[in-house]
Structure formats: C-alpha cells, structure tokens
C-alpha cells in the first residue's frame, strides 16, 4: 500500500491553494453551497493568513478566491467573514466515548471535527462483541456530531484473539491470532494501532508482543500511538525507546506527552533533543500533549501491578494489606500528596483524596484501600507548567484533549479554546497559522488523512470561523463542563454543526484509513 509522505501532502496542499476551482458535478443543488466572504484564510499548512473568499459545495472546498476576483459567484448561504479567521476544524488526537451513545456537543463548541477513538488499547464495541465491524457498521448507519478515526485498542484486540488479561508470555499461537485479529481491523479501515502500557492489560504485555504487532501496523502504513510504559521523569526516556523499538518499521506517536515529576524548560528541552535524535535516525517520531498540569485516570495507577486485576483483590488484601498501605503511602508522597489528586467520581466527585479521606474520618490510604484499583478516577496534579509548555509549543507535537463526554476535567470542554485563547492571543507562545496546523494539518499527516487538515481545493469541507480575540475556555476543575465559546460557525462535511452557541446538526463520519 503506498501513501504520500508529510513533505508531499504539505506540497500538494500548497500547490493546490490556489485559485483553481474543485469540479462541481453538474446540477448540484445551490443550496448546498456556502460562500465564505472575506475571511482570514488560515489553511493548516503554516502559511501566513491572507484575506480570501472561499467556495463550498457538495461537502468539499470547490473555489478560493481572492476577493476581488469573486465575480458572479453564487451560493445558497453567504457567511460574511468579516475578517474573521476561516480554518480547518480541529482534530483530537487522543478522544474518548462512543458517539452512538455521547454527545459531542461540547467538543464541536471548541472546534473540534474530528476525534481519534480506541485509545489506551480500548477500542468501543457494542455489547461483548469484541469484532469492531458491527460497532462501525453501527457509526455507518448513525447520526453523529463529529468524524470519527478508529484505532485498533491493543486491549480489545489481545481479548477478541482469546488472550487472557492474566497472560504475559505470548506463544506463537497467541502471537499469530493477534496478528490476524490486528490485519482484520486494519482491513476494516483502522489508522493504526492505540496501546495502553500503563494499564491492564498493556501493563502485563512484553515487548516482543507488540513489536509482533508494530509489523502488521507497518504494512498498512499505519501508526503506533501509546500511553507509554511509564511517564515518569526518570523513565520515560526509556518509555520512548520501547515505544520506537516495538513500533518500527511502523510510526511510533506518543500520547499526551508529559513528564511526570520533571522540572523546568531545560529538562523539557532534553527530552525534545532526545526525540529529535530519533528523528534523525529517519524515524517519524511524533507525538500529541493537551495544556494542563492534571492529568486524569483511574486510580489504579496509584497500585501496584499485583494488586490489579485480575489479581484477586481480596486475597490481596487478607494477605499483604500492610504492604499496599505502605506502597499507596509512598506512591501518593512522590505524587504530591492527598492534595494533589482531585477526585471525578461518585460519591467523592469534586473533593480531593484528603477532603474525601476527611469526611470518610479515615487516612487517604484506606481510603484507597476500600475504594480498590477500580474504585474511581480523578485528576492528578503531577506536571510542571514550565516543562510542559516547552514541550507543547515543539512543532512535532499536535494536540490532544484526552478527554470524552462528562469527564470531570477541563480539558474535555477547553483544551483548543485554551489554547487559542491563552498561547496564541494572551501569551503570544504560538501565531495563530501554527496553533491551527498543530490542529489540524499536522495531526493530518500524522494518521494521514490526505483531505482533511488543510483548506485547500477538493479537501473536505471540515471548517471554523472566529474570532481569536473572542475565544473563551470556560471550563475549570470545579466546572469541568462549561463549554467554550467563540467559535461562531462549526462546519463537519460541508454542513453547519454548531452555530449560535448550539448544535444544530449532526454530519459527522466514521473515516477510513485508506
């Protein structure tokens, strides 16, 4: 299967920008048209923004023009730009939920059209059937707010080949049935594969495992995402390593970039140096990061791996209660302490481990205890602003919420408007040209999409219009599910998706890797 490579999508898009014209197929109704009337065309590509009017018809970009050479043009709706910046719609590199069953409502209000699911090894699936087909099948036949691009869940697949949670050395025959359920995925029209190495049952999978896998990646020319082995500071370089190693000749990204413990821009711009080196070498090491300091997981990160599932918990706790007690105490020490972990689940939503702990009249490391591996999830105050800024404003990292519908962090309802908002207009890390291609043109590449990220002629017409001055991210750890606001005119497909403050349809698509 041969794809373009990032140099010639970024040509053929520049090339393209021009003003030739997308054929319009004879008859198409006028009233599926849009004219956008002198806009700030930001393209995704990195270029500098430049006023134009820009055609839409039959769901892709048909004309972009400048304006005074807009003639007789007609459409059935004319948006006046009014200066206000036109770009491509965002895509989530790092998403979670089902949109058979969640509204992306949120998610279009900071203008995002498109989302990466089956991260984390956890691909969705209807019921217990752990095949994809009848969940896509479903999306197929659904009305959904936002496009979607599917990753084959190494958890998910690992069970569907009938590999058991408890099992860490693979046999040839395990080997070969995950390989055979991964080609199946990846026929099906997965971009790549999602590993969750933190988590069961990535935790437990061993590095010829997935390099077994990263084999079959590579011959769709797919990518190699992961929520490494560890994000800690002292370890994530060898976390990167693994990742390359077990991903080649397949592309390796890294999810949520983050340095656990890690301080400063100077350890921020090691880390970047390490992974250039990589690139150096000729690997195409990518990776995503949201811009908060909280990361937000379940609890059962704070455990140790023989107390996980399917370990069982109550034998654990008849005969090492102690130990685990001292363990979380030194765990949740490292971390921060109580303080540092703001808990989104029932009955302790909102309040942090020690004012649950508190009111429960017990320590915070009983609390756990009784609460279990699987007990809960909550926002975890580990990252340094300094570092993480450095790592985020890197052109090679896209961007990412990490988030789903109803998770209790901000960064489900703020993470593009923040970044719009804070590093482009307030603090002035980024121009708005790269905030945008980190968003869309460059995520583009990176699962490659060839006709989505940018706006030029025949791409789909996935589109933004507003205001950077005017964008908001109103969600904060105590109102999580505030929505952005700012973005005047959402566009999914050539169809208007939220307007006004408000969904007002649903043209989203399951996307397939081609």
């Known amino acids: 299967m041969s794809h373009p490579t990032r140099r010639q999508l970024i040509a053929g898009t520049i090339a393209s920008g021009g003003l030739a014209s997308w054929p319009i197929r004879a008859g198409a109704p006028v009233g599926r048209s849009t004219l956008f009337r002198e806009v700030m065309l930001v393209d995704g590509t990195g270029a500098p923004g430049r006023l134009a009017d820009v055609l839409v018809t039959g769901g892709r970009i048909a004309r972009i ?54 991260q984390d090894g956890e691909g969705p699936r209807i ?46 025959a395990g080997l070969a049935r995950m390989a055979a359920q991964l080609d199946r995925e ?57 990742l390359v190693t077990s991903s080649l000749p397949a592309r390796p990204h890294v999810s949520h970039l983050k340095s656990v413990f890690g301080k400063g821009g100077k350890r921020a711009q090691e880390l ?8 150096a070498r000729g690997v195409d090491l990518t990776a995503d990061e949201y811009p908060y300091e909280a ?21 654990v706790l008849a005969r090492r209660r102690a130990e685990l007690r001292d363990y979380l105490i030194a765990r949740m020490t490292r971390r921060g302490g109580p303080e540092a972990l703001l808990i989104g689940s029932r009955p302790y939503a909102g309040k942090t481990l020690a004012q649950a702990a508190q009111a429960e009249g017990m320590h915070y490391a009983d609390l756990l205890i009784k609460l279990g591996p699987e007990g809960g999830s909550g926002a975890h105050f580990t990252m340094d602003k300094v570092l993480q800024d450095t790592l985020l404003v890197d052109p090679n990292v896209s961007f990412s919420t990490d988030g789903g519908p109803g ?33 869309t043109g460059f995520p583009a590449q990176t699962l490659r999409l060839p006709d989505r990220g940018v706006i030029r002629i025949g791409a789909r017409a996935d589109l933004l219009v507003f205001d950077p001055a005017k964008v908001k991210a109103r969600s904060t750890y105590v109102d999580p599910f505030a929505m952005a606001e ?19 349809g649903k043209s989203g698509q399951l996307l397939r890797a081609r």
Do not use: Q
């Not at 019921?127 to 190494?154: C, E, F, Y």
């Open 65 to 118: 023009m400048a304006p005074a050479d807009r003639g007789t043009v007609s459409a059935g709706r004319v948006v006046a730009g009014e200066g206000r910046v036109l770009a491509p719609g965002f895509i989530d590199m790092h998403s979670h939920g089902d949109p058979l069953e969640d509204s992306y409502e949120a998610f279009l209000a900071m203008g995002v059209t498109t989302i990466t699911l089956g």
């Open 127 to 172: 019921g217990k059937d752990l095949d994809p087909k009848s969940w896509m099948d479903a999306v197929d036949r659904a009305a959904i707010d936002v496009n979607v691009a599917l990753l084959a869940g190494h958890g998910t697949l690992r069970r569907a080949a009938g590999v058991a949670d408890s099992v860490h050395h693979l046999d040839a």
């Open 186 to 242: 990846l026929r099906l029209g997965a971009f790549g594969i999602s590993y969750g190495l933190e988590y069961v049952p990535g935790i437990y999978s061993e590095t010829a495992e997935l390099s077994n896998l990263g084999k079959v990646v590579a011959r769709y020319g797919g990518v190699c995402m992961s929520h490494m082995r560890s994000e800690n500071d002292d370890e994530i370089e060898a976390s990167i390593n693994e």
């Open 272 to 279: 970047l140096a390490f992974m250039a080196a990589i690139r």
């Open 295 to 315: 990361g937000y997981t379940g609890i059962a990160i704070l455990f140790p791996k023989w107390a996980l599932p399917p370990t069982d918990y109550a034998g």
């Open 407 to 439: 998770m209790r962090h901000p960064r489900a309802t703020g993470t593009f408007a923040k970044l719009v908002e804070e590093y482009v207009v307030r603090d002035r890390k980024m121009t708005i040209e790269e905030m945008v291609r980190k968003a």
């Open 486 to 504: 700012g973005f005047d005119l959402v566009m999914v497909n050539g169809e208007a998706a939220f307007e006004g403050g408000k969904r007002v």
